[in-house]
Nanobody, 128 residues
């Protein structure tokens, strides 16, 4: 099994920044793709960003391009999501997710079904 634990959420004003962390543990040798998703009240869970665990380009949903950066520290088994210039529309529960088998690709990184492992989520609230 794979365990994911998110941290770093909180409340900020619009224009502020937060950095989310996802600590990965357990049977991680076959993890190929790490993703961040978010779910706002009344909305479906959507992919925010993803990164292959090896070398490879990250992926972002259009609404966060240029503001969010996904990165990983393999030595610490941790994935980060740096979020800058936050807006109230970024308010949501943010979830870390992990996928095994094949690396992220442009056509599947944002599919929830791609990821069998999920964290419990961390709340991000942005006030105007």
């Amino acid at each position: 099994q794979v365990q994911l634990v998110e941290s770093g959420g909180g409340s900020v004003q619009a224009g502020g920044s937060l950095r989310l962390s996802c600590a990965v543990s357990g049977y991680t040798y076959n993890i190929k793709c790490m993703g961040w998703f978010r779910q706002a009240p009344g909305k479906e869970r959507e992919g925010v960003a993803a990164i292959p665990t090896g070398d490879g380009m990250p992926y972002y949903t259009d609404s966060v391009k240029g503001r969010f950066t996904i990165s990983q520290d393999n030595a610490k088994n941790t994935v980060y999501l740096q979020m800058n210039t936050l807006t109230p529309e970024d308010t949501a529960m943010y979830y870390c997710a992990a996928a095994s088998g094949t690396f992220c690709s442009s056509y599947n990184w944002g599919s929830r079904n791609r990821y069998p492992y999920w964290g419990q989520g961390t709340q991000v609230t942005v006030s105007s």
